[in-house]
């Protein structure tokens, strides 16, 4: 199964905070066959948490950014203009967050489930409009 991690699922996992045990065990599998995807809006999004102390990151965001997209298994996917055109009409109950719409056009174009515990995204995969793990 291709997963794509939202922002915050990415920052627990890289912090060993709690998740839901299935989320995990899917992460895991999905790295070993590297089909683990992080979007650069998630970096994006994490370097606006860090910058207004939400956040913290040892060493800088760039290291923190180069050190977890060279784990083994993690495909770093950028925000393409096609996901980017997407993101703004897709179907039913639209996300306000610009950043999450990316997420879901993303997740889309890679045929790939949001691990997540944003409600508006679990609500909208529950509707069928994208494939959502909760964790």
Same mark, same amino acid.
């Given at each position: 199964? &291709?997963?794509?991690?939202?922002?915050?699922?990415?920052?627990?996992?890289?912090?060993?905070?709690?998740?839901?045990?299935?989320?995990?065990?899917?992460?895991?599998?999905?790295?070993?066959?590297?089909?683990?995807?992080?979007?650069? #809006?998630?970096?994006?999004?994490?370097?606006?948490?860090?910058?207004?102390?939400?956040?913290? =990151?040892?060493?800088? *965001?760039? =290291?923190? *950014?180069?050190?977890?997209?060279?784990?083994?298994? #993690?495909?770093?996917?950028?925000?393409?203009?096609?996901?980017?055109? @997407?993101?703004?009409?897709?179907?039913?109950?639209?996300? @306000?967050?610009?950043?999450? &719409?990316?997420?879901?056009?993303?997740?889309?174009?890679?045929?790939?489930?949001?691990?997540?515990?944003?409600?508006? #995204?679990?609500?909208?995969?529950?509707?069928?409009? =994208?494939?959502? *793990?909760?964790?």
């Amino acid at each position: 199964m &291709r997963l794509l991690l939202d922002t915050h699922a990415m920052i627990w996992l890289d912090a060993g905070e709690p998740m839901n045990r299935e989320a995990l065990d899917l992460i895991d599998a999905a790295g070993r066959s590297s089909e683990l995807f992080v979007s650069a #809006i998630s970096f994006w999004e994490l370097a606006q948490l860090v910058a207004r102390g939400r956040v913290r =990151v040892q060493d800088s *965001i760039e =290291v923190w *950014i180069e050190r977890f997209s060279a784990q083994p298994g #993690i495909t770093a996917v950028p925000l393409t203009p096609a996901a980017a055109v @997407r993101s703004v009409s897709l179907p039913g109950l639209l996300h @306000r967050d610009p950043a999450d &719409r990316f997420l879901i056009a993303t997740a889309l174009e890679l045929d790939a489930a949001i691990v997540t515990r944003d409600q508006v #995204i679990l609500a909208h995969a529950q509707a069928g409009h =994208v494939d959502a *793990i909760p964790c």
